[in-house]
């Protein structure tokens, strides 16, 4: 074939063949036939054109666009068909069921957490956050609890090795209860106060079912010039009821915290025997729940307030505890885990 016979067509073939990998759909197929084989197109110019041409090239330029012309439709013929038995992946199908999201939810204790702060909200109570890398300060001296006395040893502690940036408020430790908040907040403030504290509470306890180094603890104080151990057994046992149930019975055990004087347990009848006695509740028909107290007097002078004055409550309570209370739940570490298998049964 001279020169003079291939030139017209020069690279119409590799054009033709990047368009047709192109092509993926019938339409786009349709497109490249109109391109290289429409009336438009060059093979049917040469071939419309072969009466113009010199003798001597006529042949050979017929010839190679009826090649050409054989070839493109016999490579069109082959990619429509491709196309049409192909599984169709770009259609469509909008009867299938669409794919279903995983959809996040609030954690068990987080949402136990908010129903304890919301049964306290209707009492006028503030919620109020403190720092959980604490000082001893904080976190015993001005809640009554002396270095080198017994009571500490009540508290295990994990103390940070970080220096202290105010060495006068001793070393920095994870607090271990939220009850340093108390002071936190007495110390800027004055009564009347009705506040509600919740956070994270950190304690070297070894794993098990009923023990973790970190839990969550909602806090309870209430300062004002006329306050009785009467208004905190009332709020408390509408709390109780509120969050567990109206038929809900509270017992009221003496106890000792260092920071309340009198101090008391608050016991809720057992939620599976109804008190009288089960595996859940170790035989005694009653649950632990929650401590509180009238704030001691010393906590209060700690402060600077007149102790004479004013009078106050606390209290302060296991979140985890009570989460696993109405949930049924054995063991404290499932909450710690991220099963989703676990999570998403709440
Ligand atoms: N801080 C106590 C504890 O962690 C609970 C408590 C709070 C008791 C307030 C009395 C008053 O065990």
Redesign the pocket.
């Known amino acids: 074939m001279s020169d003079a016979a291939t030139r017209p067509f020069g690279g119409l073939e590799a054009a033709f063949q990047a368009a047709l990998a192109q092509a993926t759909t019938a339409q786009a197929l349709e497109a490249v036939r109109i391109k290289f084989l429409g009336r438009k197109s060059e093979v049917a110019a040469a071939l419309k054109g072969l009466g113009a041409l010199p003798a001597d090239q006529r042949a050979e330029v017929g010839k190679r666009a009826n090649q050409l012309k054989t070839a493109f439709e016999a490579r069109l013929a082959e990619q429509q068909a491709a196309l049409a038995t192909a599984p169709a992946r770009a259609a469509l199908d909008v009867t299938l069921p669409g794919t279903a999201l995983a959809q996040g939810r609030l954690h068990p204790v987080t949402r136990t957490m908010d129903a304890i702060l919301a049964c306290f909200v209707p009492l006028g109570f503030e919620i109020i956050e403190g720092p959980e890398a604490e000082y001893e300060y904080y976190n015993f001296d001005r809640l009554n609890i002396p270095r080198d006395h017994p009571s500490r040893e009540h508290f295990d502690t994990f103390f940070l090795e970080a220096p202290s940036p105010q060495p006068a408020k001793g070393r920095l430790l994870l607090r271990?209860?939220?009850?340093p908040v108390q002071i936190r907040v007495m110390e800027r403030r004055k009564p009347p106060l009705r506040i509600l504290v919740p956070g994270k509470?950190f304690r070297p306890d070894a794993l098990d079912p009923s023990h973790s180094f970190m839990f969550h603890?909602v806090?309870g104080l209430v300062v004002d010039d006329r306050t009785s151990f009467a208004d905190l057994k009332g709020v408390l046992e509408q709390f109780l009821r509120a969050l567990f149930g109206e038929d809900t019975q509270a017992r009221f055990r003496p106890h000792f915290?260092p920071?309340?004087e009198p101090?008391a347990e608050v016991d809720i009848a057992c939620r599976v025997c109804r008190g009288t006695g089960c595996s859940t509740c170790g035989q005694k028909g009653w649950l632990e729940i929650?401590?509180?107290?009238m704030v001691h007097p010393n906590v209060l002078k700690g402060v600077g307030y007149d102790w004479q004055r004013v009078q106050g409550f606390?209290?302060?309570m296991g979140v985890e505890r009570i989460a696993m209370l109405r949930h049924g739940v054995k063991d404290i570490r499932l909450f710690f885990e991220n099963d989703v298998r676990f999570l998403e049964q709440f």
């Open positions: 271990s209860h939220t009850s509470v603890q806090e915290f920071f309340t101090s929650m401590g509180c107290g606390a209290f302060g």
